[in-house]
């Protein structure tokens, strides 16, 4: 029988992106997109879209045995920075979903769960500079409680409920073609379509804040590798490390002024500056290469030519 695809949280940063690759190597009608908004008007038009509050455990299974729903992709949650202002809101609403995904699995009415987690769980305490996939894991932020209890519940339905789940600590992503909904690294987005548009950008991380990141493109390529991998070869099922390229907002602008000359960066910190200096600089990912051949393609150079290069064709400049 065909697998059938769910992507739960489809109109995001990372749906936006996944539902389509999804779509071209599995087949429009065979991924089911889904979120508790509309997504942009080519998933909608591309494919099946349900409106979906995972919370609603009622309605995600009618979703499910209606499409016969055999894979869920679960992306929606609320990120770093949007979870300190509703800690509580985004407490259940991380958790929540993550069980009424599992749960789902635990039945066997799916197959197969994806959930990413992130370099959140990471602390004050970690070692900054390729901080190891097993190392002190002492999250201060809501959202990094969540997503390290996340992991062990992962790992849980793993063990006890032989639940074929697979998870990413994925590291700030970076891509053209969608926005990034309130995360702490979504400084190294924005400060792309500013200097663009008004050739300036103020950045409210300090200019050495060195932190993991990632183009979009490796993001997602991960995710379909590791979903595609023989289950056999995944030792983790917490969630691995895997590591695109590290940089901070200075070398970053740096690196834009090397295409926009006249491009200005300031500086001026907020509350997320706090988040961002719990978290490590750089990540060690050998387990996934080891395990299941991960391999990142992308390099700062090459993310900053690819961001300029397709946001200049976006906005006809
Ligand atoms: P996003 O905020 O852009 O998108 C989340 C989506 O979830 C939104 O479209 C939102 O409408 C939807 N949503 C919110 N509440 C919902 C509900 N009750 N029911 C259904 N949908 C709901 O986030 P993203 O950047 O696409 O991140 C996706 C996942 O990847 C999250 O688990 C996030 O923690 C993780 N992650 C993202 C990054 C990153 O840099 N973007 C890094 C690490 C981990
Ligand atoms: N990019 C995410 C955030 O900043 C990391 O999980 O919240």
């Known amino acids: 029988m065909q697998d059938k695809i769910l992507v739960i949280g489809s109109s995001g940063q990372i749906g936006s992106e996944l539902v389509a690759e999804l779509r071209s190597n599995y087949g429009d009608s065979n991924v089911i997109a889904s979120d508790i908004v509309a997504s942009n008007q080519i998933i909608m038009d591309s494919g099946p879209f349900e409106i979906l509050d995972v919370t609603d455990s009622k309605r ?8 016969e729903v055999t894979h869920i992709y679960l992306l929606a ?6 979870a300190e202002k509703k800690p509580k809101l985004s407490w259940d609403l991380n958790m929540q979903s993550l069980f009424n995904v599992l749960d789902l699995a635990k039945d066997k009415i799916i197959k197969k769960v994806f959930w990413p987690s992130s370099i959140a769980v990471f602390g004050p305490n970690t070692e900054k500079i390729k901080t190891q996939q097993y190392t002190i894991t002492e999250p201060n932020t809501v959202y990094g409680i969540s997503k390290l209890a996340g992991e062990r519940w992962c790992e849980y339905y793993f063990n006890k409920h032989n639940v ?13 073609k969608s926005n990034p909904g309130g995360g702490t690294t979504d400084y190294a987005v924005h400060i792309f379509h500013e200097a663009i548009k008004n050739k300036k950008y103020t950045s409210f991380l300090t200019k050495d804040t060195t932190l993991p990141m990632m183009y979009m493109s490796d993001a997602i390529n991960a995710t379909l590798k590791i979903m595609q991998t023989d289950s056999g070869k995944i030792k983790i099922r917490s969630s691995y490390n895997i ?25 001026n910190k907020d509350y997320r500056q706090k988040i961002a200096d719990s978290w490590p600089d750089s990540l060690e990912d050998s387990l996934a290469k080891d395990h299941w051949g991960w391999q990142a393609e992308y390099n700062m150079r090459k993310l900053v030519k690819e961001m300029i290069e397709n946001l200049h064709k976006k906005y006809n400049c």
Request: glycine share 6%.
């Open 77 to 82: 949650a609320i990120l770093s920075a949007n």
């Open 60 to 67: 995600l299974y009618e979703i499910v045995k209606k499409h």
């Open 164 to 176: 074929d789940v697979v998870s990413l600590r994925y590291p700030g992503l970076i891509g053209w």
């Open 243 to 267: 590591a695109g390229c590290s940089f901070n907002p200075e070398e970053l602008a740096n690196e834009i002024q090397s295409y926009i000359p006249d491009f200005k960066i300031s500086y």
